[in-house]
């Protein structure tokens, strides 16, 4: 039977049996897989806390290719993220990452970029002081890899570079419009060109350097009504977590 290698975030781990736990990886390499971790629930357990959610693992695991599920043999974890299951505003905006991730990678579909977008933003959350702008950030290049880039440089009706500080938004057609077509297409936004600028920053930013990126108070709601709103228009319903994610931002 085949043996499979790869790094993968434990996205969901549950108990299948007395003995055994049926634990859902995003793999970087097979996309979404599940494992049956046998006596995973013993208390001297093989695996030891490696199939907490969120922990990014080494993994074995075994089976026919394209089953449903497969034999967990190692689980070997690479970084535990604690820090940020102790602190709730990290633990919510990571979730919201899980749960993001976990609908873009399927099983049998691997999105190594996707993957490494996840891993990448769980660490640079233990270290940035604003979770808003990473969860900003983290929507909008979600979506990019998913092929879900709207049109920024250009305007989607006449192809010229807007040059006014408005530009408009449409969801719909998945770009910005210029002033002088807003009678030509529905606009169902207005944005200033800043929030434009910055979220083209968005796309090429290495993620080394987020904490670096400062967004302008009178522009965060308008990002977010775009990088959020994407996600909505493409997902059709709100993820679980977003709701404690706008609590948590209301508290601190
Ligand atoms: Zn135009």
Redesign the pocket.
């Known amino acids: 039977m085949p043996l499979y290698k790869t790094q993968a975030v434990v996205l969901k781990s549950m108990k299948l049996s007395e003995k055994d736990k049926l634990v859902t990886f995003l793999t970087e390499t097979h996309g979404k897989v599940k494992c049956v971790a046998k006596a995973a629930r013993r208390l001297k357990s093989r695996f030891g806390a490696s199939l907490e959610p969120m922990s990014h693992v080494s993994l074995i695991y075994f089976g026919k290719e394209h089953q449903e599920l497969y034999r967990l043999n190692q689980c070997d974890i690479i970084q535990s993220f604690q820090e940020i299951k102790e602190s709730p505003d990290l633990f919510y905006t990571a979730v919201y990452f899980l749960e993001l991730a976990g609908h873009f990678i399927v099983e049998g579909h691997p999105e190594p970029e996707i993957f490494r977008l996840l891993v990448r933003s769980l660490q640079e959350a233990g270290k940035v002081g604003n979770m808003e702008l990473l969860c900003r950030l983290f929507e909008f290049r979600i979506m990019a890899h998913a092929g879900y880039t709207p049109r920024l440089r250009k305007?989607i009706?006449?192809r010229?570079e807007?040059q006014s500080l408005w530009v408009g938004f449409s969801y719909n057609q998945h770009g910005i419009?210029?002033e002088?077509?807003f009678d030509k297409e529905p606009v169902e936004t207005r944005i200033k060109s800043g929030t434009v600028s910055y979220l083209k920053k968005f796309l090429s930013l290495d993620l080394n350097h987020v904490h670096r990126l400062k967004i302008p108070k009178e522009l965060e709601a308008e990002i977010e009504s775009i990088t959020h709103r994407l996600v909505l228009a493409r997902l059709g319903r709100e993820m679980k977590s977003y709701p404690f994610i706008r609590q948590m931002a209301e508290w601190v």
Request: aromatic share 0%; net charge positive; glycine share 0%.
């Open positions: 305007c009706v006449c010229r807007p419009i210029c002088s077509c």
